[in-house]
């Protein structure tokens, strides 16, 4: 047992928790990105992959463990417990090991190559005893390469694969523990006097309370929405559900889908003649153009690559109509004309007899602005309307259906038939003849579509202004059979899980699924498929000239899908309620609270609430079906503020004195991070740590300088009141923003070193977590410069108001910038520098890596204090910012001021110099003039040439080859001569 613990209750009541003292960030890091890997194979994904921003589950768990465990004397073996309890030690690879080819057998094998393959490179062993000496082999490599696509991730683990590892546990925390719901409950009890209770008031789609509930916590989970907590509810009571409970879920959902087959199949609105049955229909909008052409409007008459079909418009001048044929086997010049749509950037383009026609569409609607608010001529629909009235701008046509051959899965397009288009009219007439009773019963949507941010789209652009507008009368009738179905089951808990998962299908049908038109396929991978595309593919309500509707056929598997299944231990409690309204004791919260530029849930959600508002369940059933997008936490300023401030004051009133809270953020506006001091002021905490862990995966986000990662604050109840002076904390501030970066940069280091391509960290992420040490730092005083911080951070400001806050928090980001130090030049040379010559070289670093962003040149010019920053680019396009070259500076000019003297500019010279072909000689002599104290400063002349032939290697060779001259003369060059 370790020496320093004690085993009764509340003994740990006043130790600081590990994550307050130390937290293996970087592999916390690696695992996190894998687990965003695995996109829709992540645990709680398959319940609504509608709900983005998700935080990873290894993430959650580090969070909670990290404030459970106790920081000890002795740092290292804390660390070593927690990797042990996380799965993220060596030996726990011989449990997480999925696949290793040959080739990683080869590379890391060693001693253990000859035990698993023979002399021509083949498996010597199979089954269990390959896997053990795989999870040797695994366990040799550098972390980060275990975990890509060769490993489970640890949130797939089962309970007995940590069974080895209860002893090392109990022997270093004095615990009898032998899973991790009993080590929880006896960590809780050492600090708070019983089981821990979490509670998360952001809860979105669950991922915090669904792992605080795997892991053995009483969880509390509210959140406004009624949708995040109908998924957190199906995180817990679906994924978490018992065998018992699954059975009965699957049982219903097969007498449900069923059910609605034998009635679609009775209908005969899916199957022709031939008993082809349809899977997908596409239609697209048609609009009369001044020329009295009806047009069919659609960006892309493209329909698949992979069976080579496309659609032709064919002008019939007797009607003054398009005809659409489909065309299979299609030439690749057929191919290649059907990319280019009808609608190209916002216009109306067709040709008649040779004659290319334009006209705006805009133009048409009658788009216009009056006292500030968009309008147009389009009518708005009215409850009663299913279809487009005759007389309306738009109308909408069914162009091609998707076939599906009998007896197997084979599939083709045709065109529509008048057969198929008589299907369409009875489809129409059944939804019309029961539109009413349907609503009445809750089975369709009745609610209007509210104004607002993202729902003005289709108000605007469509003329829709009830929910039931943006879905087909195809769709309308397979969703009122299909809930009729569901709430006719006896168990209402049933009821609720079915609901749940019913969300998951609405998201791929409706007007907003576009068509999606699979790859050919590439060396590996195998072709993908066309089909529609789910409505929420990112986070607005996207309206197309052109859509695709799946039918029952393709959408009964996604009705019968069943997620996988991952134990819940601990006890959850589910709300509809704003974070102020917290009501019950906690003893930790972690909350991902909105950002400053949250998506727009309450308002994109609304589409789910339509449907689910009416006759919820019992599971439900005391909820508040609505979006309330009155009290959702929004926007910036001083109503982002006030109720920030009223959420986490709630959490830390209910907390005990020695409570923990966990707040995950991401943000790179200084004056969100200067909002978020004052909000915790206002509610009374502090921040006694900040981890930063990299939490997005993929190099397409970095070309546009986001950020990777999110910063872990850890949080208590403020104590004794503490005073200090501006200067003073500038000094504190400088010193922990410092270590901060320092620490990252060494975490990049190790990473490299470990064979790992791309840093780990980038400078946007350097640069927040330059905030998240300034706020470490500032939330301990309660008073500055003689300010009550807790009075000023809940006064109202006014927009642009300049704070004391707000200047520190730029004074931390301004420190982070100037401590980054570009890959290739050496600290004593940077320190040197003045910030316009900073400035240009830490661009020029950005630059050789892609980044093009105008927002990094004025990010950095205002870090660095560069005023006259754009004189020093050569364009100042937003995505294709670029630097002055040596060459475009020429002689005359020379930039800021403290740049027209600097070393920098003089060397910038000198290679225009050389690259002109100007004698050697009379190069070094301008060089010798334009440098002061020329001799002395050698070393660094000669590393800022060697850093632009570097930097510029890709991008200007002409350049980077005439600084490379330079730096060689000024080596070369004999002193004293």
Not at 507 to 515: A, E, G, H, I, P
């Amino acid at each position: 047992m370790n020496h320093e613990m004690s085993s009764g209750p509340r003994s740990w009541k006043d130790r600081p928790s590990l994550i307050e003292v130390a937290f293996p960030a970087q592999k916390v890091s690696i695992e996190t990105q894998c687990e965003r890997k695995a996109g829709a194979g992540q645990t709680l994904t398959a319940l609504g992959g509608y709900w983005k921003g998700r935080k990873m589950l290894v993430l959650v768990r580090a969070c909670l463990l990290g404030s459970l465990l106790p920081a000890t004397n002795d740092i290292d073996a804390d660390l070593e417990i927690f990797e042990l309890l996380m799965g993220m030690d060596d030996d726990a690879f011989a449990h997480r090991v999925k696949r290793l080819s040959q080739e990683d057998v080869k590379r890391w094998g060693g001693d253990l190559r000859v035990e698993l393959l023979d002399d021509d490179g083949r498996w010597r062993v199979k089954g269990r005893d390959r896997l053990r000496l795989l999870g040797r082999v695994l366990a040799r490599m550098p972390y980060n390469e275990r975990l890509d696509r060769r490993s489970f991730r640890p949130e797939e683990l089962p309970e007995k694969a940590f069974a080895d590892i209860w002893s090392h546990v109990n022997a270093h925390l004095g615990t009898t523990a032998n899973s991790h719901a009993e080590l929880v409950e006896q960590l809780g009890v050492r600090r708070f006097g019983h089981r821990p209770r979490v509670a998360d008031t952001f809860s979105g789609s669950g991922q915090i309370p669904f792992e605080a509930a795997r892991l053995g916590c009483d969880v509390f989970a509210t959140d406004l929405n009624p949708i995040a907590c109908m998924l957190t509810w199906g995180a817990f009571n679906i994924v978490g559900a018992d065998d018992r409970f699954r059975t009965a879920i699957a049982k219903a959902q097969k007498e449900v889908t069923e059910g609605v087959e034998a009635e679609i199949v009775s209908l005969g609105i899916e199957h022709d003649s031939e008993s082809n049955r349809a899977k997908a229909f596409l239609y697209c909008l048609e609009a009369k153009c001044p020329s009295g052409w009806m047009v069919p409007l659609s960006g892309s008459w493209l329909i698949s690559k992979n069976k080579r079909t496309c659609a032709r418009l064919v002008p019939n001048t007797r009607r003054k109509r398009f005809d659409i044929e489909i065309i299979n086997d299609a030439t690749d010049a057929q191919l290649e004309a059907s990319v280019q749509g009808t609608v190209r950037q916002g216009e109306i383009v067709y040709s008649i007899d040779g004659v290319e026609h334009r006209v705006p569409i805009r133009t048409l609607r009658g788009d216009r602005q009056v006292g500030g608010v968009s309008s147009n001529d389009l009518r708005r629909w009215e409850k009663g309307d299913v279809v487009p009235r005759a007389d309306d701008f738009y109308q909408e046509r069914l162009y091609c259906i998707q076939w599906v051959r009998p007896g197997s899965d084979a599939t083709f397009f045709r065109a529509p038939t008048a057969a198929d288009l008589k299907r369409e009219r009875v489809v129409e007439s059944i939804v019309v003849e029961n539109l009413h009773s349907w609503q009445e019963a809750g089975l369709v949507p009745d609610m209007p579509i509210e104004p607002g941010e993202k729902t003005d789209e289709p108000i605007r652009t469509r003329g829709w202004t009830y929910w039931h507008h943006l879905f087909m009368p195809r769709h309308l009738l397979l969703w009122a059979c299909t809930l009729k179905a569901i709430r006719a089951q006896p168990d209402e808990s049933v009821v609720g899980a079915l609901l749940c998962l019913f969300t998951g299908a609405l998201d791929k049908s409706s007007k907003l699924s576009r068509w999606r038109v699979g790859h050919a396929g590439r060396p590996g991978v195998a072709p993908a498929g066309d089909y529609p595309e789910q409505v929420f593919y990112n986070q607005a309500l996207n309206v197309f000239p052109n859509y695709a509707a799946r039918s029952w056929y393709a959408l009964r598997p996604i009705v019968s899908e069943l997620p996988g299944q991952a134990a819940v231990v601990g006890t959850a409690n589910v709300r509809t309620a704003s974070a102020a309204e917290l009501d019950v004791p906690i003893d930790i919260g972690i909350t991902d609270p909105p950002y400053a530029d949250a998506v727009a849930y309450d308002e994109i959600t609304e589409y789910f609430i339509a449907w689910l508002r009416r006759r919820p369940p019992a599971p439900f059933r005391d909820w508040i079906w609505d979006s309330r997008r009155d009290l959702a936490i929004r926007g910036r300023g001083e109503a982002f503020r006030r109720e920030m401030v009223r959420a986490y004051s709630a959490l830390a009133a209910h907390m005990p004195t020695d409570g923990i809270q966990i707040v995950m953020f991401t943000h790179q506006d200084a004056k969100v991070w200067s909002d978020m001091a004052g909000i915790f002021w206002g509610a009374g905490l502090r921040v006694t740590a900040a981890w930063y862990i990299a939490t997005e995966t993929t190099s397409e986000l970095k070309k546009g300088g986001y950020v990777q990662g999110t910063v872990i604050l850890v949080l208590r109840k403020r104590g004794d009141a503490k005073k200090a002076y501006k200067d003073e904390l500038v000094l504190e501030i400088r010193d922990e923003v410092a270590r901060q970066i320092d620490t990252m940069i060494g975490l990049n280091q190790r990473t490299r070193t470990h064979g790992r391509s791309e840093n780990l960290f980038e400078d946007a992420d350097l640069q927040m977590a330059g905030y998240a040490a300034a706020l470490r730092v500032l939330t301990a005083y309660t008073q500055i410069d003689g300010l009550d911080m807790t009075r000023e951070a809940l006064r109202p400001q006014d927009e642009g108001e300049a704070s004391v806050i707000n200047e520190l928090i730029e004074f931390a980001v301004a420190i982070a910038n100037e401590h980054l130090v570009p890959d290739g030049l050496e600290p004593k040379v940077w320190e040197r520098l003045v910030g316009a010559e900073r400035f240009y070289l830490r661009m020029l670093d950005l630059e050789a890596t892609g980044l093009k962003k105008l927002d990094n040149y004025q990010n950095f010019a205002k870090a660095f204090r560069v005023s006259e920053w754009q004189s020093l680019l050569a364009s100042t396009r937003p995505n294709d910012a670029r630097l002055k070259s040596a060459r475009e500076f020429k002689r005359a000019e020379f930039g800021p001021s403290d740049f027209g003297s600097s070393l920098l500019r003089a060397v910038l010279f000198a290679v225009f110099e050389i690259e002109t072909e100007v004698e050697t000689d009379e190069v070094m002599s301008h060089l010798r003039d334009n440098v002061k104290g020329y001799f002395q400063r050698r070393p660094e002349v000669i590393a800022l040439a060697d850093y632009l032939a570097g930097k510029l290697a890709t991008n200007q060779p002409d350049e980077a080859a005439a600084a490379r001259v330079l730096r060689d003369l000024v080596k070369g060059e004999r002193l004293g001569a």
